[in-house]
């Protein structure tokens, strides 16, 4: 056969699977049997081996896999993927919706849709073809997981119809029930452990090395959201139609997985209508999620730091179980907080085995009036965390004790300090209590922090076991002949370790700061510390009220700040961790001006010249900052189209002066 009829030929039989694909997993229509499936797609993958150069990279014989990944690579988030706030409680959606209709004076529709037990995924599509797929991660930045998503069938390779240029769609992976059983009873006849529930099975498949193995474990999804520089749709439940026509397997409205609705009346019956019915769904899912339909409304409601004000999540009731108490023991974690923990007979909830459940704190033990060897009530917090919520009474032993909390630190003895208004005691013996010692230096390590490779809990545990390291500021003093000893340490492993110290260096000062573990300063106060005070020097030379009147810095928050300056070894540490050649400045960044210092822009609807994603850069870029609602603080409302009016109503009774796009481009000389 020559190139170019092998070339049609090739494009023929593709097209072809596609399409039978399509219609057996996304629209559920057997249009071939098996066995003709197969012997097109044999015949496919021997052209294929005859023209290696006539291979496209979306071709569907990529569906059975055969790619070994050694190294998921870690990439940014073009979009980031944050994560919903929950709700466990009607009353919470009600006030939800109320909080909504305060910002939003018009019609507001809301979507509501299943929240699947899966995994989140971001796929991306340029020019129709399937381009890469990247898991939320830290919401910031995933894992590059194209090759095991491409096995799964009721994703696309190739788009139908109209589409988008680039963009990418984002929904849950998840493992029918059916795929979990069959694996089950699989791994049961070859004496294996077996799998503890789909999400996690499903969470682990895609981790994979072997795509081939992947794809064997029949992997399914449903895409829902869809995410652009400038979008085409102008609202979230036009975006899924659309989806559905692009040849996505979406929440089907015929089978009520997603419904438009225009009140909190038609949301709690949309809730109340799964809740009795997804025993019924060949797949897991643990909640309903609510979101506002409008694009422009959502711009309008905007974002908190850590999620979208416009969606919510509702999760269905934990299941129950009954089981005993054994002991209750005692936890010490980073900051010093001490957790009691009731150790129980294990018992199966949820799809896991649960020997362990948090009582939090003394005063939740009080509450629950707790008894050695009570009888209690077991529920997974959100479905994940199991927890106490009540004792069984009739089943108390008459002779049975009253559950005292401790006084003393149960790993270095030191008198436990409970502060006013706060829940937890603490032990406040930082720099010498060996579980606050682990605790700070694996947060210091971690991903977010300073993302130090080739250390884990086990390497961490031998150092501080064999004195090599007291404090996070001795990791930088480690030497080879050092390490070389340890147990399960060899010469790669430990310059592994070496380098990634030595990495470390690099980090920006945020997340120095993040590192350090300073109770309350999370990654988001860390970057708006180092934003504002540029240095450590001037942190540490910042009085209390100076620090209050920071961005989202509270008192709290502060004067958490002020205690870890103020005391000496912090002070040591700091300098050992400058000796060692961390950075601790804010890295200057470039302005294209610094028309825009001090001044706070909001900007509201569509635009013609550049995108929001792209004026919000222009502003930063400025000197700006950007805000995500009108107040006495912003100075200058930017109105593109379909700007919402109650936005232009609160700018226009505040006196906020209001330019359109042309006028804000022509003040920073963008013109």
Known sequence: MELEEAKKKIIELSERLHHYNYMYYVKSESLVSDYDFDMLLKELEALEDCFPSLVASNSPSKRVGGVVVKNFETVKHRFPMLSLSNSYSKEEIIEWEERIKKTIEQDIEYVCELKYDGVAIGVRYVNGAFHSAVTRGDGTQGELVSENVKTIKSIPLRLNGEFPIDFEIRGEIFLPLLEFDRLNIERASSDLPLFANPRNTASGTLKLQDSSVVSKRNLDCYLYGINEERSSYDSHYQAVANAELMGFKTPSSRQRKIEKVKNVEGILSFIDFWDSQRKKLPFEIDGIVIKVNSYLQQEELGYTAKSPRWAIAYKFKAERAETKINHVSYQVGRTGAITPVANLNPVYLGGTTVKRAS?????QIDKLNLHDQDMVYVEKGGEIIPKIVGVNLSKRQSASKKVHFITLCPSCQSVLYKGDGEAQHYCRNSSACPPQIKGKIEHF??????????????TIDALVENGLIKDIGDLYALKFEQLIDLERMADKSVNNL????????????????FGMGIRYVGETVSKKLAKAFKTMDQIIAAPYDSLVDTDEIGEKIAQSIREFIDNEHNLSLIQKLKNAGLVFEKEEETLSSSFLEAQTIVISGTFEIYSRNEMKKLIESNGGKNGSSISKKTNLLVAGANMGPSKLKKATDLGIEIVDENEFLKRIKHD
């Open 498 to 513: 070496l380098q990634g110290i030595e990495t470390s260096k690099n980090q920006p000062f945020e997340k120095v700061l």
């Open 359 to 363: 009582l939090h704190n003394a005063e």
């Open 445 to 458: 390590i971690s991903r977010k922090a300073m993302d130090i490779d080739g250390l884990g809990a086990e």
